[in-house]
């Protein structure tokens, strides 16, 4: 399992950077024979139209040259061609195929080697017949050989072609390519007199091979040129593949170790593009869990701490419940009075248990958000002036005075009346509870949306400041003795859930003050 997990793994990580390898390399090697096409296509229009420019160039040249040769005659003479096996002819007349003038012999044996060194190709010179033939010829030996051809012999679209020449038509054709046995290129051009009369035509045969050495070169040069863009490309392909993937690897290692548990990883990806974003998303991601992980901890610890304080809290009344029980059924007690001390004991006992269930089903009801409170629109002041009576009757048992301040009687809020004058009772009654001078009234102030309770006692050390507001955080004093800790916490979760200010500041040995500020606006 594990070595298929590693497989698994080992295709992951490269399994993209190798597919991107070949799309990349693909994409250029058809981009490669595509451009090889166009250029090859290009290139042999270019070398075919190039050479027959050449030949052209050449038949203009020698027509030139025999044009000038024959001006002082005003006409091309070509003998009779003879010899044997296709030899030039030895007469006289052959040795004058072309008379200038009287006084002028040219030797064509000597005039074939020149244009054949010139052009390396074989040139016919035509004139119009003397004979039986309409078109008497001249053939230029190329590289020593020698082509005996009568026009009588070509065939009707080589004899159109040289009729075509003598109607002042320059023309290339391949139409010779059989006469010669290979691949031929032949340009014709006509031989002008200095009045722009056809004195005869020039034709060049050149084998079309030639035509596309430079292609053959370009070509060798370009498959080089191109196998060496495809080796470049494909490192360059790797190589950017696995920049590519590098962070993508990056991602999946921190999202591996978040699946396992590990909320602190992170990305370390920075970029700009989809796959910054999708980095950003991770570790955001990451932050979530983590912040969900340390309020998991955190509950888990306070659920433990909950159940240790409940536990210890429940331990000592039942303790007492249960000895006095004991007590009174094994009839260890059996005086009146102590027995009903005993009964007395009990009452207390299980009246404490259930103030404390009912504060526990309070502060539970208070931090579920799906418990609702009943939402009214009251005068604050009516809310305030309530608590304030009801602490009055459970001060006047101590001797104590609660003064009410205020500077209106209208005051609208909004929220739960009952649950607003529980959390003014909660701390009241704190503060009636640890006022031990009883010249010193309990005061209350009802000023510009904010109420404050004060009183004169021990007050709380700096230290306990922090925790007050805690569950089942409270005095071990004679004058607590009988609290359960969860006043506070219930105060605190009536004013969240009203978005109620509250705040506390204590001296010791002084006042010690809780305000509360309604100006946020209620429930």
Same mark, same amino acid.
């Given at each position: 399992?594990?070595?298929?997990?590693k497989?698994g793994?080992?295709?992951?990580?490269?399994g993209?950077a190798r597919?991107?390898?070949?799309?990349?390399?693909t994409?250029?090697?058809l981009?490669a024979?595509?451009l090889?096409? +166009?250029?090859?296509a290009?290139?042999?229009?270019?070398?075919r139209?190039?050479y027959?420019?050449?030949?052209?160039r050449t038949?203009?040249?020698i027509?030139?040259?025999?044009a000038a040769?024959?001006?002082?005659?005003?006409s091309?003479?070509?003998?009779?061609?003879?010899?044997?096996?296709?030899?030039p002819p030895?007469s006289?007349s052959?040795?004058?195929?072309?008379r200038?003038?009287?006084?002028?012999?040219?030797?064509?044996?000597?005039?074939?080697?020149?244009i054949s060194?010139l052009?390396?190709?074989?040139?016919?010179?035509?004139a119009?017949?003397?004979?039986?033939?309409?078109?008497d010829?001249?053939?230029m030996?190329?590289?020593?050989?020698? *082509?005996?051809t009568?026009?009588?012999?070509?065939?009707t679209?080589?004899?159109?072609? @040289?009729?075509n020449?003598?109607?002042?038509?320059?023309?290339s054709?391949q !139409?010779f390519?059989k006469?010669?046995g290979e691949? !031929?290129? #032949?340009v014709g051009r006509? $031989?002008l007199?200095?009045?722009?009369?056809?004195?005869?035509?020039?034709l060049i045969?050149?084998?079309?091979?030639?035509?596309?050495r430079p292609l053959?070169h370009?070509?060798?040069?370009?498959?080089v040129s191109l @196998?060496?863009?495809l *080796?470049?490309g494909?490192g360059?392909a790797?190589?950017?593949?696995? /920049?590519?993937?590098? &962070?993508?690897l990056?991602i999946?290692?921190?999202a591996v170790?978040i699946?396992?548990?590990?909320?602190?990883a992170r990305t370390e990806v920075?970029?700009?593009?989809?796959?910054?974003v999708?980095?950003? #998303?991770?570790?955001?991601?990451?932050e979530?869990?983590?912040?969900?992980e340390n309020?998991r901890?955190?509950?888990?610890?306070?659920?433990?701490?909950f159940?240790?304080?409940?536990?210890?809290?429940l331990?000592?009344?039942v303790? *007492?419940?249960r000895?006095s029980?004991?007590?009174l059924?094994?009839?260890v007690? #059996?005086?009146?009075?102590l $027995?009903e001390?005993?009964?007395?004991e009990l009452?207390?006992?299980?009246?404490y248990?259930?103030?404390m269930?009912?504060?526990?089903?309070d502060?539970?009801?208070l931090q579920?958000?799906?418990?609702?409170i009943?939402?009214?629109?009251?005068?604050?002041?009516?809310c305030?002036?309530? +608590?304030?009576?009801?602490?009055r009757?459970?001060?006047?048992? /101590?001797? *104590?005075t609660?003064?009410?301040?205020?500077?209106?009687?209208?005051? &609208?809020?909004?929220?739960?009346y009952?649950r607003?004058?529980?959390?003014?009772?909660i @701390?009241?009654?704190?503060?009636?509870?640890?006022?031990?001078d009883?010249?010193?009234?309990?005061?209350v102030?009802l /000023?510009?949306?904010k109420?404050s $309770? #004060?009183n004169?006692?021990k007050g709380?050390a700096?230290?306990?400041l922090p925790?007050?507001?805690?569950?089942?955080?409270?005095s071990?004093?004679?004058?607590?003795?009988n609290g !359960?800790g969860?006043g506070l +916490?219930i105060a605190?979760?009536?004013?969240l859930r009203h978005?109620i200010?509250?705040?506390?500041?204590?001296e010791?040995?002084?006042?010690?003050?809780?305000?509360?500020?309604?100006?946020?606006?209620? +429930?």
């Open positions: 399992m594990k070595h298929a997990e497989n793994e080992h295709t992951e990580k490269y993209i597919r991107l390898t070949v799309y990349f390399t994409c250029l090697l981009f024979l595509i090889g096409l +166009a250029f090859s290009l290139l042999y229009r270019y070398s139209q190039s027959v420019d050449g030949l052209k038949a203009s040249s027509s030139e040259m025999v040769i024959a001006q002082r005659r005003g091309i003479v070509i003998g009779e061609p003879g010899g044997e096996s296709g030899r030895e006289a052959g040795d004058e195929m072309i200038p003038g009287g006084d002028i012999r040219i030797n064509t044996r000597s005039l074939s080697r020149f060194g052009t390396n190709s074989t040139v016919w010179l035509v119009p017949g003397t004979g039986e033939e309409k078109y010829m001249m053939f030996m190329r590289n020593e050989v020698y *082509v005996d009568r026009f009588s012999q070509l065939n679209e080589q004899s159109r072609f @040289v009729e020449i003598f109607d002042k038509r320059e023309l054709t !139409t390519s006469l010669f691949g !031929t290129v #032949t006509p $031989v007199d200095g009045g722009g009369r056809v004195m005869g035509a020039v045969h050149a084998p079309l091979k030639d035509a596309f053959k370009g070509l060798i040069i370009m498959a @196998v060496g863009a *080796v470049i494909f360059a790797w190589l950017m593949s696995k /920049k590519f993937t590098k &962070p993508l990056m999946n290692k921190a170790r699946s396992e548990g590990d909320y602190t920075e970029r700009n593009d989809e796959i910054g999708l980095a950003h #998303t991770i570790d955001d991601m990451g979530k869990l983590e912040t969900a309020e901890r955190k509950l888990q610890a306070l659920r433990q701490e159940i240790a304080n409940i536990s210890h809290e331990r000592t009344p303790t *007492v419940m000895g029980l004991e007590a059924c094994d009839g007690v #059996t005086e009146p009075e $027995v001390q005993y009964h007395g009452l207390k006992e299980s009246k248990m259930q103030r269930v009912n504060d526990l089903l502060l539970s009801r579920n958000p799906d418990f609702s009943n939402i009214t629109d009251f005068n604050l002041y009516d305030v002036s309530d +608590a304030v009576r009801v602490a009757g459970m001060a006047d048992g /101590k001797g *104590v609660v003064d009410f301040v205020f500077d209106t009687g209208e005051l &609208p809020f909004r929220g739960d009952d607003v004058r529980q959390m003014l009772l @701390v009241l009654d704190n503060a009636v509870k640890f006022t031990e009883t010249r010193y009234p309990v005061r102030l /000023k510009e949306e109420v $309770v #004060t004169v006692g709380i700096p230290g306990a925790y007050i507001f805690e569950r089942f955080y409270h071990r004093s004679e004058t607590n003795k !359960t969860l +916490a605190r979760q009536i004013a978005g200010g509250i705040s506390v500041t204590s010791p040995d002084g006042e010690t003050s809780f305000v509360f500020d309604f100006s946020g606006g209620g +429930a």
